[in-house]
């Protein structure tokens, strides 16, 4: 079933600055840094796999709009963390970032971080239409950092 996109424009648009800064970063730095840096890869990469895993199949949406029949998740990481699949997008590069020498680098990093807070907040916008107690998840729990942020 395919589903109507609330504004398909911002929603594909998003979606496409975010896979061009993560295939910047991939192609232009090297990843995986078998340093102590290690640890931070592994562990976006193991939250990305727990997000990904707690979602219920058939309901994993590349766009930040809701499909029609979606639930809302509250497990898993999404007990702590509304966006761990961001989390765990920032948490993977973050070695990049602090390996790089390059301007070009830190300038995708920051393009990404914002990208990911608009699409974020523009998700979170469909996520109260969507579901009535959105408002209650969101009081007890963070954006992408547990409590923090």
Same mark, same amino acid.
């Given at each position: +079933?395919?589903?109507?996109?609330?504004?398909?424009?911002?929603?594909?648009?998003?979606?496409?600055?975010?896979?061009? @800064?993560?295939?910047?970063?991939?192609?232009?730095?090297?990843?995986?840094? /078998?340093?102590?840096?290690?640890?931070?890869?592994?562990? =976006?990469?193991?939250?990305?796999?727990?997000? %990904?895993?707690? +979602?219920?199949? =058939?309901?994993?949406?590349?766009?930040?709009? &809701? +499909?029609?029949?979606?639930?809302? %998740?509250?497990? =898993? &990481?999404? !007990?702590?963390? !509304?966006?761990? +699949?961001?989390?765990?997008?920032?948490?993977? /590069?973050?070695?990049?970032? #602090?390996? *790089?020498? *390059? &301007? /070009?680098?830190? #300038? @995708?990093? =920051?393009?990404?971080?914002?990208?990911?807070?608009?699409?974020?907040?523009?998700?979170?916008?469909?996520?109260?239409?969507?579901?009535?107690?959105?408002?209650?998840?969101?009081? !007890?729990?963070? !954006?992408?950092?547990?409590?923090?942020?």
């Amino acid at each position: +079933m395919l589903q109507k996109l609330a504004h398909p424009v911002t929603s594909y648009s998003l979606v496409a600055v975010q896979f061009a @800064c993560i295939a910047v970063l991939l192609w232009f730095e090297p990843w995986l840094n /078998f340093t102590t840096w290690l640890i931070p890869q592994l562990l =976006g990469i193991t939250l990305g796999l727990w997000a %990904v895993a707690t +979602m219920h199949l =058939g309901h994993f949406n590349i766009v930040p709009d &809701p +499909m029609p029949d979606s639930k809302l %998740v509250t497990t =898993g &990481p999404y !007990r702590w963390i !509304r966006h761990p +699949m961001y989390s765990s997008l920032l948490l993977f /590069f973050l070695p990049t970032l #602090v390996h *790089s020498e *390059s &301007p /070009f680098i830190w #300038v @995708c990093y =920051g393009i990404l971080v914002i990208d990911l807070i608009v699409k974020l907040q523009y998700e979170e916008k469909l996520l109260n239409k969507a579901f009535h107690d959105y408002h209650l998840y969101q009081s !007890r729990t963070k !954006r992408l950092i547990p409590y923090l942020f």
